[in-house]
């Protein structure tokens, strides 16, 4: 079956780095667009950049220039590189598979948590 296993979350201070990694089974990878997507406390989902299998890629105005997207297709893996964190990029971060290419997405992993916070 599918499953999209988010991890590389944690605590980490305004300007700070971290890095996100996506792993995912259970279907063909290189088939698919995938997709960050986050969720603060109290906010609705925030979709935040998504990558084609050939690898172009869309991204936020609201994290352009400081979060990154990439994808290894040997190793089934979605990432997302967050720099120059701000206390208001907290939050549950997901990734999602693109089901059409067209921005309907069809699973979720269950989220990694980051804190940034001094």
């Known amino acids: 079956q599918v499953q999209l296993a988010e991890s590389g979350g944690g605590l980490v201070q305004p300007g700070g780095s971290l890095s996100l990694s996506c792993a995912a089974s259970g279907f063909t990878f290189n088939s698919h667009y995938m997709a960050w997507v986050r969720q603060a406390p109290g906010k609705g989902l925030e979709w935040l950049s998504d990558?084609?299998?050939?690898?172009?890629?869309n991204t936020a105005d609201s994290v352009k220039g400081r979060f990154t997207i990439s994808r290894d297709n040997a190793k089934n893996t979605l990432y997302l590189q967050m720099n120059s964190l701000k206390p208001e990029d907290t939050a549950l971060y997901y990734c999602?598979?693109?089901?059409?290419?067209?921005?309907?997405?069809?699973?979720w992993g269950k989220g990694t948590l980051v804190t940034v916070s001094s």
């Open positions: 990558m084609a299998n050939g690898g172009k890629t």
């Open positions: 999602a598979r693109d089901m059409t290419g067209w921005g309907i997405y069809d699973y």
